[in-house]
């Protein structure tokens, strides 16, 4: 059964199902597309299913040309039935991980796509999970799940996981040159795997097991998490000592071995960074382990929105204003620059604390042109339903203050300092402006 698959894939012969056309699911579908595979793509979003099918792009790394490619020359189907599984020979979760509204692990995708291919599942067949997850997720709830069917993982059925490491945006770092990590149930697995994305990624490196494979995506993102942490309190702390956190960042980067750099900012965003460590913090509860640090860079992290607010009102204020009725323009919404993103963006936390405080806030962001009530982090008690405005001179001489949140490269930073009276720059985005009429104020 082994070889089979194995030839099937060595000819691009076997065929690709991918649930979940998301962040991950997409380019990895054209990945294998690219490759000469034949891809299925299965998700539960009718509108996503019809956009694909008509060509249009709803994610910045995929052309819209190259779906429409695909679709036509019947390399892509796109479809919300998972029937596709009874053809398909690889199947790969790639659906959203989130976090309950208590913090805790919302597996709930993964079990409804995990079910899903259950019915279909077939000898031999290859399942790799991509999906962001505890240790354990794979052997405890997949395998079970699989074997009930009557397969033997290993040997009728291959069984991996596989951490999705993608950057969405970032050109400097295409899905073939980012290092895949697959664990698998049992060494065939792992084998199988490991040749399945050699086909699309330049290399694969193989791990004991899914758990190690697991911990290697937890570990990655929890040390970002901390590391961007230590950023932020570093930020507040160079602030009362009346150093620039930037120009020393600067510094420690020129150290070439032993430092990482990290930068400060509003807050964490994106589906992966804020929302991992709780996985990992959740897992490790269950065993009784109390993760101190995880713990101190979650309240770091998530009170930088409530610290940029607390500044904004310091900055009004030393211009003689209260943040009540003042006019505040934040600029960039997403949770990162250039993409448009927004979950867990810090951004939507910044507006809703402004709000609360009575200031009359306005955005702009090319690449989310409105933010509805259930964008926001407390959406069950808010109404706020904005639209980005047009980024223009009027617009900005009537701010109070202008707070730089996500620093996309369209933003003509020079410009913008030239136009306005304040600006509050969480990102450091304005450090080559010359000569502006704007007190320009860094994070
Ligand atoms: N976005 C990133 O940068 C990134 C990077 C690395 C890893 N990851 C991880 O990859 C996973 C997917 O993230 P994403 O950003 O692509 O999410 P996404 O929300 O962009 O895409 C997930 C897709 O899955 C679909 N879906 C949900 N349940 C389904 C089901 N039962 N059957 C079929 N489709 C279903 C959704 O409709 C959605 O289109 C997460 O675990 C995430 O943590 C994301």
């Not at 160079?238 to 400060?264: M, S």
Request: proline share 6%; net charge negative.
């Amino acid at each position: 059964m082994l070889k089979n698959l194995w030839e099937k894939i060595d000819e691009k012969k076997a065929k690709i199902a991918i649930i979940g056309a998301g962040y991950v699911g997409l380019p990895l579908a054209i990945a294998f597309i690219d490759e000469g595979f034949r891809v299925f793509i299965i998700d539960i979003n009718k509108d996503k299913i019809s956009k694909i099918l008509a060509g249009e792009s709803y994610i910045e790394d995929v052309a819209p040309e190259q779906l429409k490619d695909a679709v036509e020359k019947g390399l892509l189907t796109p479809t919300t039935d998972y029937c596709v599984l009874k053809d398909a020979d690889v199947a790969i979760i790639t659906v959203p991980t989130p976090v309950t509204r208590y913090r805790e692990p919302n597996l709930s995708y993964i079990k409804e796509a995990a079910n899903g291919i259950a019915q279909h599942l077939h000898s031999p067949m290859l399942v790799s999970l991509e999906s962001t997850t505890y240790p354990g997720t794979t052997e405890e709830l997949l395998l079970p799940l699989f074997q009930s069917k009557g397969l033997e993982v290993g040997k009728d059925f291959f069984l991996v996981f596989s951490p999705e490491r993608i950057n969405p945006g970032d050109k400097e770092h295409p899905l073939k040159k980012i290092t895949k990590i697959v664990g698998g149930i049992t060494s065939n697995c792992t084998e199988i795997g490991c040749h399945l994305y050699e086909q699309i990624i330049e290399q694969v490196v193989p791990v004991s097991n899914a758990r190690t494979a697991e911990m290697v995506k937890l570990f990655e993102n929890a040390y970002r998490y901390i590391n961007i942490a230590f950023a932020n309190e570093m930020a507040i702390v160079c602030r009362k000592l009346g150093i620039d956190i930037w120009e020393v960042i600067e510094g420690a980067k020129t150290k070439p071995f032993g430092f990482q750099v990290f930068y400060p900012g509003p807050g964490v965003g994106g589906h992966c960074i804020p929302v991992d460590p709780h996985y990992l913090r959740w897992r490790l509860r269950e065993v009784g382990h109390n993760e101190l640090l995880l713990e101190i860079a979650d309240t770091i992290n998530m009170g930088m929105p409530h610290y940029i607010v607390d500044l904004a009102a310091d900055i009004l204020n030393e211009a003689g204003k209260p943040l009540n009725d003042s006019k505040i323009l934040i600029l960039g919404v997403t949770y990162k620059k250039d993409i448009s993103d927004i979950r867990e963006s810090p951004a939507l936390r910044l507006i809703e604390q402004l709000m609360e405080k009575k200031a009359i806030v306005y955005y702009h962001d090319p690449y989310k042109p409105e933010l509805a009530p259930t964008d926001f982090p407390s959406s069950k008690n808010s109404n706020i339903s904005l639209k980005s405005i047009p980024l223009n001179e009027e617009t900005l001489r009537q701010m109070d203050l202008v707070i730089l949140a996500t620093d996309h490269s369209c933003f003509n930073y020079q410009w913008i300092a030239d136009n306005c009276q304040l600006i509050l720059d969480t990102k450091n985005a304005f450090k080559n402006v010359n000569n502006s009429d704007a007190k320009i104020i860094k994070l």
